[in-house]
């Protein structure tokens, strides 16, 4: 299985671009920086360099040829103000979804944000206005993707996300409640939900929990 993934250089990413490699996968990272290169090779991916703030649809299908599925995992990052919110966030979304399309790749996973909200015009009391940015960027991007009938598409909302070491261990559904998991943890996530077709079309809330990665995806592929 060939797997593109845009944001490669990001933390979820390169720790799924290692667990992929790891399991026989081939996986490709799209990046902005050439400096990442490095990087991504050492986490067993090749890396291909294309700015989704700069890049045309065709540019980026081009880079999806033979690919079995893509993965966005890309993101302005903490410290990006509310523009890149929406040129990263929502729109580079979108430009990859647009290129899958083209490029005939049906398989198409989108990390998102638990809380993602495309109806949130103003941010609630007491949410900083940027982040209410990004959640209602997330949130459109989310809408966008689930609305084409060319994509067999997922979308994985996680909670609060920290760099513990991956406990293995999950709860991922339609509802699960706000709490944290593990960046390790969403990437093994991610991993089996591209191994289990049966997950196409959900839209899922994970966290840290008791149930093993591969039985919450398998249980969740079932429903």
């Keep these: 299985m060939r797997t593109v993934i845009a944001g490669g250089h990001g933390q979820i990413a390169l720790r799924l671009e290692r667990q992929l490699a790891a399991r026989g996968d081939e996986v490709a990272g799209l990046v902005r920086n050439p400096e990442h290169a490095e990087d991504l090779r050492a986490a067993g991916a090749e890396p291909v360099v294309c700015d989704l703030e700069s890049a045309s649809v065709e540019e980026v299908a081009a880079h999806l040829e033979g690919a079995d599925a893509v993965v966005f995992a890309a993101g302005a990052g903490p410290g990006s103000g509310a523009a890149r919110k929406e040129t990263v966030d929502r729109a580079a979304a979108v430009l990859l979804a647009d290129a899958a399309e083209r490029a005939g790749v049906r398989r198409y996973v989108i990390v998102s944000s638990m809380g993602a909200d495309a109806s949130l ?23 966008a993707v689930r609305a084409r009938d060319g994509l067999d598409w997922t979308v994985l909302r996680p909670g609060r996300l920290t760099n513990e070491p991956g406990t293995g261990k999950v709860l991922l559904g339609e509802r699960t409640g706000r709490a944290e998991v593990t960046r390790e943890d969403v990437a093994a996530v991610l991993g089996a939900l591209l191994h289990a077709p049966g997950t196409a079309g959900l839209t899922l809330e994970l966290i840290n929990g008791s149930t093993p990665v591969e039985e919450a995806v398998g249980a969740v592929a079932g429903a």
């Design 121 to 143: 015009t103003e941010p609630p009391e007491g949410m900083d206005p940027v982040f209410a940015t990004y959640q209602r960027a997330k949130g459109e991007a989310d809408d």
